[in-house]
């Protein structure tokens, strides 16, 4: 906007200063000359040396003399190759100053070219400007537009505001640019500093030079500052799309593969030591062996096939890890195997994991937060499912409890009744005896003190 609004009054400068003058010019004045021919063309010779200011108004205008004031052109096409000892002020369509301006040069213009030496100043806008290889500038240099290309010698300093501009030339001063493209070509050198604004840093050639200091403001547009709603909406959105992907991976694992979905999500928890270490070592292995098996063509199919499952289950890691959780917290008899308490299960569990390790903590905290907490998931994920694949460091199942009726049947009949102490003598009962079995069952009441009692729930 401010280069935009510069080029503006630059132009309204330009065109005041030159229908100003041409306004108050008067026909009897002898210190002017003036061609005003329409569309025909208004042409100064180069054997003519004209002693006046030229005004001049047309199709367009050639100046090939000699003249001693100064020019003033309004024209479609304006070609100028001849000596001018004032200053040169144009407006026209295509301009053209190739011959030698010893005052000042203020051009405007679709096209603007100034190929020769300016002993003064120059003011060029257009939508092409360009100093030529054979311009040499001996005091300051303005230029705006859109495209600028600077080729010849600027004596003083350079101030550009052009949507690209391009130096290749020599410049003593300073560089001022305000551009979106800055392009400092093969042989060109700033004796100054450069001092530009730009979206994007400068292109450099090899053998570029700047002498002084260069320094650069970044005009790229920066996003606004979102507000709170903003924030809270764009997280609500990220955290329903993920946590939607896991509910569907989810309910696909527990639908399909229920029994063992439930036997992985308890290893979590009945063996969280060997989840843990067997989780960080498939963690690595697992890329390592597809990495391994796909340098040979035979392994292609099982690199492929390991790959596919190393990243299914490390994506449902989330779903095992939930599941396993909540199952941990259920009291045993809501621990049921079926897909409907299952499904429910994984829903509440995978829920309150994403959304633990998608809390929005500020700046680098919730960076680490979320990557601690997703590779920890990773982790026991891939573990667990590693241990009930291959049941290393699942721990070993505990011998069954007998029950009390069969220890005491059998102890009757295999076991020999412990010898009396007693002192009664008399003949002592027989095998078949104490192997029949009373007619009914003792109750506790009638069981002798000295007759050690088998709990039934033992």
């Known amino acids: 906007m401010r280069q935009r609004m510069w080029r503006w009054c630059v132009l309204v400068a330009i065109v005041a200063s030159l229908t100003s003058t041409l306004w108050l010019w008067q026909?009897?004045?002898?210190?002017?000359?003036?061609?005003?021919?329409?569309?025909?063309?208004?042409?100064?010779?180069?054997?003519?040396?004209?002693?006046?200011?030229v005004y001049i108004v047309g199709g367009s205008a050639t100046i090939a003399g000699h003249v001693l004031r100064n020019v003033f052109v309004v024209a479609g096409s304006v070609r100028i190759t001849g000596t001018v000892d004032g200053d040169v002020n144009v407006l026209g369509n295509t301009v053209?100053?190739?011959?030698?301006?010893?005052?000042?040069?203020?051009?405007?213009?679709?096209?603007?070219?100034?190929?020769?030496?300016v002993g003064w100043d120059a003011l060029l806008l257009g939508q092409s400007v360009t100093l030529g290889p054979n311009a040499a500038v001996d005091h300051e240099a303005r230029i705006a537009?859109?495209?600028?290309?600077?080729?010849?010698?600027?004596?003083?300093?350079?101030?550009?505001?052009?949507?690209?501009?391009?130096?290749?030339?020599?410049?003593?001063?300073?560089?001022?640019?305000?551009?979106?493209?800055?392009?400092?070509?093969?042989?060109?050198?700033?004796?100054?500093?450069?001092?530009?604004?730009?979206?994007?840093?400068?292109?450099?050639?090899?053998?570029?030079?700047?002498?002084?200091?260069?320094?650069?403001?970044?005009?790229?547009?920066?996003?606004a500052p979102r507000t709170f709603t903003e924030r809270a909406l764009a997280w609500l959105q990220h955290v329903a799309l993920r946590l939607a992907w896991a509910l569907i991976a989810g309910t696909l694992l527990v639908l399909l593969l229920p029994q063992r979905s439930a036997r992985i999500s308890v290893t979590v928890t009945r063996a969280p030591l060997p989840s843990a270490l067997w989780g960080i070592v498939v963690l690595f292995a697992g890329p390592l062996a597809a990495v391994i098996f796909a340098v040979t063509i035979v392994g292609l199919p099982v690199a492929f096939l390991v790959t596919v499952v190393y990243l299914a289950v490390l994506y449902l890691s989330q779903?095992?890890?939930?599941?396993?959780?909540?199952?941990?917290?259920?009291?045993?008899?809501?621990?049921?195997?079926?897909?409907?308490?299952?499904?429910?299960?994984?829903?509440v569990g995978t829920t309150v994991l994403v959304l633990i390790r998608l809390v929005p903590l500020p700046g680098v905290v919730g960076f680490w937060w979320t990557l601690v907490l997703s590779l920890l998931v990773a982790v026991f994920g891939l573990g667990a499912f590693w241990t009930d694949v291959t049941g290393w460091g699942l721990p070993k199942p505990a011998p069954a409890a007998t029950g009390?009726?069969?220890?005491?049947?059998?102890?009757?009949?295999?076991?020999?009744?412990?010898?009396?102490?007693?002192?009664?003598?008399?003949?002592?009962?027989?095998?078949?005896?104490?192997?029949?079995?009373?007619?009914?069952?003792l109750s506790p009441s009638d069981t002798p003190p000295d007759t050690p009692r088998t709990s039934p729930e033992s």
């Not at 569309?39 to 200011?53: F, G, L, N, Y």
């Not at 053209?96 to 030496?117: K, L």
């Open 27 to 53: 026909p009897t004045t002898k210190a002017a000359t003036f061609f005003s021919e329409g569309v025909s063309p208004a042409e100064i010779p180069a054997d003519q040396t004209i002693d006046d200011d």
């Open 96 to 117: 053209e100053v190739s011959g030698p301006v010893r005052g000042s040069v203020r051009a405007a213009g679709r096209t603007v070219r100034i190929n020769g030496p």
């Open 145 to 223: 537009g859109n495209d600028g290309l600077v080729q010849g010698h600027v004596k003083g300093d350079l101030r550009a505001a052009l949507s690209q501009l391009t130096l290749q030339g020599q410049v003593d001063g300073t560089v001022h640019a305000s551009v979106q493209t800055l392009t400092l070509g093969s042989g060109a050198v700033i004796g100054g500093d450069l001092d530009y604004e730009a979206p994007r840093q400068a292109t450099l050639a090899s053998d570029a030079q700047v002498r002084g200091t260069t320094h650069y403001t970044n005009t790229a547009p920066q996003p």
């Open 319 to 347: 779903v095992i890890v939930g599941l396993g959780l909540v199952r941990w917290i259920l009291p045993g008899r809501l621990r049921s195997t079926r897909r409907g308490p299952l499904w429910i299960a994984m829903l």
């Open 404 to 441: 009390a009726s069969a220890p005491v049947a059998i102890r009757s009949i295999e076991e020999p009744a412990p010898p009396s102490t007693t002192t009664e003598t008399g003949p002592q009962p027989t095998s078949e005896a104490a192997a029949e079995p009373p007619s009914e069952p």
